[in-house]
């Protein structure tokens, strides 16, 4: 028998891609996990192994502000579960509606600010929601609910929470494409046999749908779960390096940024900094293992 040929093509198409990647992604990775290892003593470089990290999770000064930006970002990562995905999963099932007029329209319209700089919606929503010259308060008492509005990005109790919503109105336009796509793949012979059935309209969505897009719903929580810890423009563009007020916005982003590079009068230190990284980056691998292990577990249930 004739032994296959290997298809030494493919090598070619993949080279440039797997280059280039290495090149942006996983050389600096390693690079800045190398980097968490060493200290810097009289202007010489000095490997310490992981005290770097025993600094940061033990240290009184180090580790009150990793936990405070840790417990903020999964405070940003469980507004953006408990209402961006909902929210996009509604649009999703409004939309794909084979009766609903215009619906490229409001589509279009959803997904517009997902495009836009963080710059600009940072900026944008601080006018808007300035007590001095912004236009929340006009509108809320046009409506007879001024009573309601408070300076909520100046307030440490509001401001993650106002954050995470503004983040949440310009990125639920991607788990609605991607559970509208999800949804345009069901085969209508499905839907139709659950006609027969007189199962039709919600009951169609819940009992139907929902169970067939599951899979996309589990891919948008990882994504969602990977964008959240790696969030740090909204942050930077509205409130600043110091995610203020007193570090009430502050997440891991931020913490590193103003570790790595400095800010005002901190100055920067690259090694405490990649330990943050690489203390971001053991975060964020964790729980996708989990999270998989926990679908592949399901399925193995539901095969079973």
């Known amino acids: ?40 003593i009289d202007q010489s470089r000095v490997f310490v192994g992981l005290q770097n990290f025993q600094t940061l999770f033990f240290d009184p000064i180090w580790s009150e502000q990793f936990w405070n930006a840790l417990g903020n970002n999964f405070w940003f990562f469980l507004i953006h579960m408990l209402v961006q995905n909902p929210i996009g999963i509604a649009l999703a099932a409004l939309l794909s509606h084979p009766r609903l007029r215009f619906a490229a329209l409001y589509r279009s319209a959803i997904f517009i600010p997902t495009i836009l700089s963080f710059v600009i919606v940072g900026f ?98 990882i994504l969602t779960f990977v964008g959240n810890f790696n969030a740090f423009d909204l942050i930077y563009a509205s409130q600043g390096a110091l995610a203020g007020p007193d570090f009430s916005t502050d997440i891991l982003g931020t913490f590193m940024y103003r570790t790595f590079f400095g800010f005002q009068l901190q100055l920067g230190d690259p090694h405490m900094g990649s330990a943050i990284a690489g203390a971001m980056f053991a975060i964020i691998l964790v729980g996708v293992c989990i999270y998989l292990f926990g679908i592949q577990t399901r399925m193995r249930r539901y095969q079973l």
Request: avoid cysteine; glycine fraction near 6%.
């Open 1 to 40: 028998m004739n032994r296959p040929r290997f298809r030494w093509h493919i090598l070619v198409f993949l080279a440039p891609a797997v280059l280039v990647y290495t090149a942006v992604m996983i050389f600096p990775l390693f690079n800045t996990l190398r980097l968490a290892l060493y200290t810097e």
């Open 124 to 221: 944008a929503w601080k006018l808007i929601l300035s007590p001095i010259w912004g236009i929340a308060p006009s509108m809320l008492d046009a409506v007879g609910l001024k009573s309601l509005f408070a300076p909520w990005l100046g307030k440490e109790e509001y401001a993650l929470t106002t954050l995470a919503l503004i983040s949440v109105w310009q990125f639920v336009g991607i788990p609605m494409m991607l559970i509208y796509a999800a949804l345009l793949t069901i085969p209508e012979e499905i839907l139709e046999a659950g006609e027969i059935d007189g199962i039709t309209g919600t009951a169609a969505f819940w009992k139907i749908k929902l169970p067939l897009i599951l899979p996309s719903i589990g891919i948008i929580s």
